[in-house]
Every structure is written in structure tokens, then in C-alpha cells.
């Protein structure tokens, strides 16, 4: 497995490769980690990675892939000649052997390309999505899922990273999206956390996007999300 010492992401959810160019800019080499969704894939795909490359940082490719499992095997083989992918998401929504395909697919082209096969981890419960009485359970069911079908690990929210590694283990990665640096505008996330918390909580990577992208220094909010990180 990989060691990856970085623990923020940065989710470049912008419109155009000139706004996500500039941010890499702006916040390279403190940021070296980047999230690259939907948005900014749909519009500009590959060549998004390999801006992000070329100025020395690593993607995260969120595109949370569901689908049927040949076809998200094949997206996932593809993802990762995509240089410098570190890390895929499929939705464990998908089930067992989709996901099973996946972690199969990344391993059968990493080694036909002799490169580090990048982690595979499943989108749980949406940070979106308000928090019921089954939320933990779901996310733990989930997790569990994943790692029987040989994902590295999922996507959740803060409220739940503690029962996922108490369940999964201190080698399955978590992901902790919904970040909000103390008094910011949770936005349209619903089961927010703290950097601080996160970590606390047994985080491996937490994925921050508009209290960066909106802030008036990007690089000081991120500076600040690093140094909790490390606290």
C-alpha cells in the first residue's frame, strides 16, 4: 500500500480548467492533493489531470462510479493509466461484485503498467444528506461491504469515521468530505465536522472545496486546514 503523508484534498469543483489551474497555482506545493469531480471532468476530462501533473500534484478521481460491474471494471482499468491518479471512487451502492470488479480492474492495469495501483474506495452516505437514527449503521454496513469486496476504503462523513475503524480496521482508508474550518458556512452539507475532528475521529484524508475556493487567500485557509491536520 501506498503511504501517502498529505492529508488534505482539495476538491477543485470548478467550470473551467483556467479556474482550476489557477487554484493549483495558488496553493501548490503546500496542497499537493486534488480532487477532480463530476464538474471539472465532464468539462474538460482528462487533460484536468494531467494539469494537475504537470505542476507536481496527485488526483483524486471522485466520479463515484455505479454502474454494471464490467462496465465500471473497464472505467476503472481506464482511470488508471490516467496519470497521477492516486485514488478512485465507485458507490458501494453498486454492491459486492461491482465493487469487487472494480478492485480487480485497478490491480490488472497497474500491474500491466508496472505502477502503483491507486486506491479504490467506495461513496457511502452522501455528506448532503441529513443524518437519521440509521445513518451510522448504513455507513458501517456499507464499509463493511467494501472491504469484503477489496476496496481500500470509503467515503464518509466525520460522524461515522470512528465506527468505521473500530469495524474496518486501522488499515482501510477513510475519506471525510463536508470539512468546515470552525464558524464557515456549512453550504448544502448537512453532517459537517471540523479538520481537528476529523483526525480525532481516525481520518485518513479529509476533502475540502469552497472554504478554499470562495475564501479571499485560498492559501491561508488551507494552511490553517493543514495545521489541524497535524495538531
Known amino acids: 500500500m501506498q503511504i501517502i503523508k498529505d492529508k488534505l484534498i482539495v476538491a477543485l469543483d470548478v467550470d473551467t480548467l483556467t479556474r482550476a489551474e489557477r487554484f493549483v497555482d495558488i496553493l501548490y506545493p503546500q496542497v499537493k492533493l ?3 469531480g463530476s464538474q471539472l471532468f465532464t468539462a474538460h476530462g482528462p487533460e484536468a489531470i494531467k494539469m ?20 465500471v471494471k473497464n472505467a476503472v482499468y481506464t482511470g488508471v493509466s490516467q496519470q497521477p491518479v492516486f485514488m478512485m471512487t465507485v458507490h458501494t451502492e453498486g454492491g459486492i461484485e ?7 480492474g485497478a490491480a490488472q492495469k497497474a500491474a500491466e503498467l508496472k505502477i502503483e495501483r491507486p486506491f479504490i474506495v467506495g461513496v457511502t452516505v452522501l455528506t448532503s444528506a441529513h443524518n437519521t437514527a440509521a445513518t451510522l449503521g448504513e455507513v458501517v454496513k456499507m464499509a463493511l461491504a467494501a472491504k469484503d469486496a477489496g476496496l481500500d476504503g470509503v467515503v464518509c462523513s466525520v460522524h461515522e469515521a470512528a465506527e468505521v475503524r473500530k469495524n474496518c480496521g486501522k488499515d482501510f482508508i477513510i475519506v471525510t468530505p463536508g470539512i468546515r474550518p470552525q464558524g464557515v458556512e456549512s453550504f448544502d452539507q448537512k453532517r459537517v465536522a471540523t479538520a481537528q475532528d476529523a483526525m480525532q475521529a481516525g481520518a485518513n484524508f479529509i476533502v475540502v472545496g469552497r472554504p478554499i475556493l470562495e475564501a479571499n487567500d485560498p492559501l491561508a485557509v488551507a494552511e490553517e486546514l493543514l495545521s489541524s491536520c497535524r495538531a
Not at 494537475?52 to 462496465?71: E, H, Q, S
Open 52 to 71: 494537475i501533473g504537470a505542476r507536481g500534484g496527485r488526483v483524486f478521481l471522485d466520479l463515484k462510479l455505479y454502474d454494471i460491474p464490467n462496465t
Open 34 to 36: 486534488f480532487k477532480v
Open 98 to 104: 461491482m465493487m469487487r470488479h472494480a478492485s480487480e
